[in-house]
């Protein structure tokens, strides 16, 4: 599996639906009873309209990354959907709203954040979105639980571990199972 391919030419990424996209999805929060927080936003992911087959990795505590706050609880959700990616992030900001999500400034602590990882093998690079997201590469907090989902995958021609061993400062826990599915 990789998550390479070509820049997005033609219509707009929002313009028409995707067929049987695979996207990867970061979860995270920091507030509030965050475990709670990421079942609940995976089940609501799950019920989205174009979305199917959401699966979740383990939740993952770390440590904040240029950024301050209590500690994170984190996962990444594989899930195969019809959205387009700007529809799909519509509805994760969605989402976060829902929780309470706001943005007094950047790497503020949150109640929830999900992030548009990867979308098929689009490379999108808006002022709105960025495809891959732009430093996954950077966290283990994504890496990790991307590759309980995918452990094969390759990120521009390196491995998940490979990557993960870049990010070995980065104190992080496996926590409890989520559901199988949402």
């Known amino acids: ?34 475990v709670a927080t990421l079942r609940h936003a995976l089940r609501e992911l799950a019920a989205t309209h174009g979305v199917e087959d959401c699966i979740a ?73 960025t495809l891959p997201h732009p430093r996954m590469r950077e966290r283990a907090f994504v890496l990790l639980p991307l590759r309980d989902l995918a452990p094969g995958m390759m990120l521009d021609n390196e491995t998940l571990d490979e990557l993960l061993a870049r990010c070995g400062d980065q104190a992080i826990q496996r926590l409890a199972e989520p559901p199988a599915r949402g």
Not at 8 to 28: C, E, K, M, V, W
Not at 79 to 107: C, F, K, V
């Open 57 to 129: 990795s383990p939740f993952y505590r770390s440590a904040p990354v240029d950024a301050s706050g209590p500690d994170f609880v984190n996962a990444v959700a594989r899930l195969r959907t019809r959205l387009a990616p700007l529809d799909l992030l519509d509805a994760l900001q969605t989402i976060e709203r829902m929780h309470g999500r706001e943005r007094p400034y950047r790497n503020a602590p949150r109640t929830l954040d999900l992030d548009l990882l990867i979308h098929g093998d689009l490379r999108l690079d808006t002022p709105r979105l």
């Open 1 to 34: 599996m990789t998550a390479s391919g070509t820049k997005a030419d033609g219509p707009a990424p929002s313009a028409s639906p995707a067929r049987n996209t695979t996207a990867y999805i970061g979860l995270g929060a920091n507030l509030g009873d965050s």
